[in-house]
């Protein structure tokens, strides 16, 4: 699953549904309007609701990233693909650091359903302070080009980094390679605990394919409106 950088704008916006339970993720999906056309479903959600609701926001025709950052031997994150697979997602993270063979059984598992794998390279959380602590002596920068192309070379649709490296990660993986980017955060908004971090417009312009935006649109007093803004400024930079 390779998908062009140039993507509509439309397509480019990814919502987290950074909230409790069933009841909450689909009176906010609600309130975003047919503007929104992705929701990210991640783990809080998922361990609180299962895989039921992924495949009710699929049946509304959201196009769904699961954001499960699997991470396992190669067999049970292969195994775990497959289930996935039927709920109707449209992408599903792994992480990279699983190494090559389990990025390969991902991919495999998830090729005959149209599932595209994305590899999470450094947590956008992590600074270089974070990752030397971890006994790692990459910069995050290189770690994140290091994993990324692992990624691809096993067959993975794309990865998932902060935005600080997405233009090194485009020129290094070509025009196909999907990149993600969480921390993303309107111009003023609370960073939150994320610690890479950039503006839509900055990260479209980087050569980002799609960006993830939760709190800033979750706690907008008009989440639709916010939502329109981020497109809106996207616009300008694609």
């Not at 990260?203 to 497109?231: H, K, N, T």
Request: charged share 15%; glycine share 8%; proline share 6%.
């Amino acid at each position: 699953m390779g998908l062009s950088p140039t993507l509509p704008v439309a397509e480019r916006l990814i919502v987290a549904l950074d909230v409790p339970d069933a009841a909450t993720a689909l009176a906010f999906a609600a309130q975003l309007g047919r503007d929104v056309r992705w929701l990210k479903v991640g783990l809080e959600l998922f361990c609180a609701e299962g895989p039921a609701l992924v495949s009710k926001l699929a049946d509304a025709g959201y196009k769904i990233m699961l954001d499960l950052k699997l991470h396992d031997i190669p067999q049970t994150v292969a195994s775990a693909t497959e289930r996935c697979a039927v709920l109707g997602a449209s992408l599903l993270t792994v992480h990279a650091s699983g190494g090559a063979a389990m990025l390969q059984a991902a991919a495999k598992a998830a090729a005959p359903s149209g599932l595209g794998i994305l590899a999470v390279t450094v947590l956008t959380s992590l600074d270089a302070s974070d990752v030397a602590a971890d006994g790692n002596r990459l910069s995050p920068a290189d770690l994140v080009l290091a994993r990324a192309q692992l990624a691809c070379a096993a067959a993975c649709a794309g990865v998932v980094s902060s935005p600080h490296e997405a233009a090194a990660l485009r020129s290094a993986l070509g025009p196909q390679a999907l990149i993600v980017t969480p921390g993303i955060r309107p111009a003023g908004s609370d960073v939150g605990d994320q610690k890479r971090v950039a503006t839509p417009a900055a990260a479209i312009a980087s050569g980002v394919s799609m960006i993830v935006v939760g709190r800033p649109i979750r706690d907008a007093a008009s989440p639709a409106e916010m939502a329109r803004q981020i497109l809106r400024e996207m616009e300008t930079a694609s």
